[in-house]
């Protein structure tokens, strides 16, 4: 049977030492205090924790859009989309809806310089249901060295090049999208196999 945390008042389950994480960590950057493994960074006396770090520049350096909107959120510093109580991480916004954003201005961008109204396979026209295609089957290359979270970069390359937009996309619903990703996977799967692979 798991044990709880033996701070007074604390619920949590016990990790390492009777403690919590939470707890533990105190504990932890407290010790390396006390044995002179202080954090790097200059005028910081506080123990390590990571990577010659305490707990705050720590999580400064790996995860700065969360710090900041933190610090933002206790100055008062909100996000000003309706409903959201983050603090302020870019251009007004927190850092999801700031990315949130930037995505929207980007496919907008493209969508003009496209100027395309329908899936250029078969004509349906609700821009709700529209994707980027690249057209040359090229996409993986855009991808290539880029995290999930980091995909709106490949947008934002596209929505600064109108000319370089024109030649490699184009406008196709999500139906014909799909189909064109699973006959290219199959032809892919032909040339290597020497035979098909439905998915």
Request: glycine fraction near 8%; proline fraction near 1%.
């Amino acid at each position: 049977m798991n044990s709880q945390c033996f701070k007074n008042g604390c619920k949590n389950k016990a990790v390492t030492k009777k403690l919590c994480s939470v707890h533990y960590r105190v504990y932890h950057e407290k010790d390396n205090q006390k044995k002179g493994k202080i954090c790097s960074v200059n005028g910081c006396n506080k123990g390590i924790i990571s990577k010659g770090l305490c707990i705050n520049h720590y999580q400064l350096k790996k995860f700065p859009a969360k710090v900041q909107e933190k610090s933002n959120q206790v100055k008062g510093k909100i996000c000003k989309m309706k409903g959201c109580e983050r603090g302020v991480r870019c251009n007004g916004y927190c850092n999801n809806h700031a990315s949130r954003m930037a995505v929207k201005e980007n496919r907008e961008k493209i969508f003009e310089y496209l100027g395309q109204d329908r899936c250029q396979i078969c004509g349906f026209n609700d821009k709700r249901a529209f994707a980027f295609d690249h057209i040359f089957n090229d996409g993986y290359l855009d991808k290539k060295g880029l995290s999930k979270n980091s995909y709106n970069c490949i947008w934002t390359k596209y929505a600064k090049d109108p000319e370089l937009t024109r030649k490699k996309l184009q406008v196709l619903c999500m139906n014909c999208n799909q189909i064109k990703e699973v006959e290219r996977k199959r032809t892919r799967c032909t040339m290597q196999r020497g035979s098909y692979v439905y998915f």
